[in-house]
């Protein structure tokens, strides 16, 4: 397999092991004699870093499974506050109706919004609370004020609770930052050494042995690059999915179809992650990959792979969910 994109890297290294240990016994089948490379490396290395990539690929998937649980944890305790606001302004209406308190209520928030700009309203919600409950000249009403099954206390332990959810966001987030440039580091020194391996077998072998002819490729074979398919997307409030949908390939090598994602409103190919392996006959995909809480942004690409280990890979497609 042709080492072309982040998903190739493992196959390729899979292809180089096994051909690895083909030249080794064709040198003699003992370590005296097996191949090394730059520096005294070894195939016992070489599996090494395969085992290390494997593992910064899981971790990864660990760290992006982690910041969606955060983040869906976090909006179900915004949903949570944002009912609480609305029966404080209901009950401010209904039972302080006369007094200057409803007017100084703040507004729910749009769930969708910043923290900046999420958190103020609980806070003055908090602070308005806090005035009531003092305010002991209230003609017909004696404070506390008190919401069904919530005081002002579990409220504002409640918004420290939120607090938190959203600081458990930006750790996950960060973690799964540090965990695919961890993966990244690794990237350039694998790739060095498929080059020098092929080299070097074919320089110890000759260009016409069969070693040398079967080496796995590093580069797909020239000229054989299928045309991109156009892809197009929108979200579906319906089913509260992504809908992708993108022309068909006619290449008659055509093998899949691949979707990547990589989160915000620009396609970043380094940190894009696989969403889908589409069947040939299958033009259409619905998601929710990099879209799972409200105002989430998310670009996507679809390549078309041929069996040569040839890609091509669509327009950009930006989707933020509501």
């Not at 998601?287 to 890609?311: P, Q, Y």
């Amino acid at each position: 397999m042709p080492l072309e994109g982040l998903t190739t890297y493992l196959p390729t290294m899979a292809q180089i092991l096994a051909h690895w240990l083909d030249v080794n016994l064709e040198l003699g089948g003992a370590a005296p004699t097996d191949l090394k490379l730059q520096g005294g490396f070894t195939r016992a290395q070489f599996q090494a870093s395969y085992d290390a990539l494997e593992a910064a690929l899981q971790e990864l998937v660990d760290f992006e499974n982690a910041r969606e649980t955060a983040g869906n944890g976090r909006d179900l305790k915004k949903t949570v506050l944002m009912e609480r606001l609305s029966q404080f302004r209901g009950m401010l209406r209904g039972l302080l109706g006369q007094t200057i308190y409803p007017s100084a209520a703040p507004l729910v928030p749009t769930l969708g919004f910043s923290e900046g700009r999420f958190l103020p309203p609980f806070d003055d919600m908090a602070s308005l609370w806090g005035r009531i409950d003092a305010d002991a000249t209230i003609a017909g009403f004696t404070p506390p004020l008190a919401l069904t099954g919530m005081t002002r206390a579990q409220f504002v332990a409640a918004l420290a609770d939120l607090r938190a959810a959203y600081a458990a966001v930006v750790q996950a987030a960060n973690d799964e930052d540090i965990g695919r440039r961890r993966r990244d580091a690794m990237l350039p020194d694998i790739r060095e050494r498929i080059v020098q391996y092929r080299e070097l077998v074919a320089a110890i072998l000759g260009a016409n042995h069969p070693l040398t002819l079967s080496l796995p490729a590093l580069s797909p074979n020239p000229g054989s690059t299928p045309d991109p398919s156009v892809l197009s997307g929108s979200w579906n409030a319906a089913t509260s999915q992504a809908v992708l949908s993108f022309t068909p390939s006619d290449d008659p090598n055509l093998d899949e179809y691949i979707v990547y994602m990589s989160l915000g409103a620009t396609f970043d190919a380094a940190a894009a992650t696989v969403v889908a392996h589409i069947l040939v006959g299958t033009t259409t995909l619905e998601t929710t990959a990099g879209l799972e809480n409200s105002g989430d942004i998310a670009s996507f690409k679809v390549f078309v792979k041929l069996t040569t280990g040839n890609e091509a890979g669509s327009n950009t497609v930006t989707i933020t969910r509501p």
